[in-house]
């Protein structure tokens, strides 16, 4: 079998507990037959890289003829690229279910075949760079003359924008802060104009924050997060996935998605770490 193969930059963590899991999926049905493999691609967003390797590792540990890919990038530059160009077979795992709807709108995944395999837990938080915003210490604050360019995903293509947009009108914020909204472009480092004084805040995952990296430890020292927005004041976001309709042998790209919501999907995402689907 074949190593899981990376088409980006991100760094490899240790696969050790994904094979496990793997092996255990195997069961007791003896040895499977051989067959031709057969390469399976899967784009997923850089922020859930981490967890989904193990994932992805573990399915191919179960399906050794299956060649396991993942091709990662930033939300909202995956979209228009698997947009663009349905390589296949090839999946694809959303940040959530506005994502999805996107790409079935625009003909790259059949609606009827999207499955949500996991919920997404991590917050929503306003940053700001180390010394700037000075003196908002709150969501109330991005109202102030403190801040005037804040960037946030719009709703259409991001359940982070979706989200945060709504969470904002049911605080009663949105009317003043939504005048000072800008919309990143797909390819924008938004931390980095944040760092570099192009934004005064963005809306963003908090593990956004830590790239590949242990959400668990301190936030940069160069950024600072100014405030969660309450998880109770929007809907809750469900990870996706879907079969790229373009995709030649396609069946492969839905048997793992159909996976994922199976009951040994659903053991292997967790034991990377997310949600299950309750």
């Known amino acids: ?26 069961g007791c049905g003896g040895t499977p037959p051989q067959r031709e493999p057969v390469g399976l691609t899967v784009y997923v967003p850089c922020v859930i890289a981490g967890p989904m390797r193990d994932v992805l590792t573990a399915y191919e540990t179960a399906h050794p003829q299956v060649e396991m890919a993942m091709d990662t990038d930033k939300p909202l530059a995956l ?37 949500t395999i996991a919920v997404n837990t991590y917050p929503l938080v306003v940053a700001a760079a180390a010394d700037g915003a000075a003196g908002v210490e709150d969501l109330a604050g991005l109202a102030g003359d403190g801040v005037a360019k804040i960037l946030l ?28 909204v800008v919309r990143p472009k797909p390819d924008d ?23 590949d990296t242990d959400a668990t430890q301190s936030v940069p020292k160069t950024l600072r997060v100014i405030a969660e927005i309450p998880a109770d004041t929007y809907p809750p976001i469900p ?21 994922l919501v199976s009951p ?4 292997a995402l967790a034991a990377a770490g997310l949600k299950p689907v309750d």
């Open 189 to 211: 480092m938004v931390l980095a104009k944040v760092v570099d004084g192009d934004a005064d805040a963005a809306v963003l995952f908090r593990d956004c924050l830590f790239g």
């Open 79 to 115: 979209l228009a690229r698997v947009a663009e160009s349905q390589e296949g077979p090839a999946a694809v795992i959303t940040m959530g279910d506005v994502e999805m709807r996107w790409l079935a709108g625009a003909g790259a995944v059949t609606a009827s075949e999207v499955r």
């Open 239 to 259: 990870y996706q996935a879907a079969a790229l309709t373009g995709a030649p042998q396609a069946e492969v790209a839905r048997a793992f998605a159909d996976f």
């Open 153 to 180: 995903e719009g709703p259409a293509q991001s359940s982070l924008g979706d989200r945060a947009e709504r969470g904002l009108k049911q605080l009663g914020l949105w009317e003043e802060v939504g005048q000072k």
């Open 1 to 26: 079998m074949m190593p899981l193969r990376e088409t980006s930059s991100l760094s490899r963590r240790t696969r050790g507990l994904a094979a496990l899991v793997g092996l255990a999926l195997l």
């Open 264 to 267: 040994k999907g659903q053991a």
